[in-house]
């Protein structure tokens, strides 16, 4: 079991930055694969990053390439989305999940336990 504090988000201007953290507990956090998703309104959860059990392999949404850049420190059992070059159409709320096995997973299905939520606005 993994639950899951996402932290950071808030009001941004366009071409800003934030840092995400998403702080997890229990023992086994290490083991987890981590993605990164967000939800605008009216729109479906949409996959922003994902990063493997140990860091070493990241893979991003299309829309973020270039600008987001996921992290984790496995002794502080935190994973982090940092934002640069914000966009009003990044404006949303940013979730952490955790899954088992491989980082290579894009679809909200795959992911197992999921944090709350923090929301991020960005004014143009």
């Known amino acids: 079991q993994v639950q899951l504090v996402e932290s950071g988000g808030g009001l941004v201007q366009a071409g800003g930055s934030l840092r995400l953290s998403c702080a997890a507990s229990g023992r086994t956090f290490s083991s987890y694969a981590m993605g990164w998703f967000r939800q605008a309104p009216g729109k479906e959860r949409e996959f922003v990053a994902a990063?493997?059990?140990?860091?070493?392999?990241?893979y991003y949404g299309e829309s973020v390439k270039g600008r987001f850049t996921a992290s984790r420190d496995n002794v502080k059992n935190t994973v982090y989305l940092q934002m640069n070059s914000l966009k009003p159409e990044d404006t949303a709320v940013y979730y952490c999940a955790a899954t088992m096995g491989g980082s290579r997973k894009f679809i909200v299905n795959e992911y197992d336990y999921w944090g709350q939520g923090t929301q991020v606005t960005v004014s143009s």
């Open positions: 990063i493997s059990w140990g860091g070493g392999s990241t």
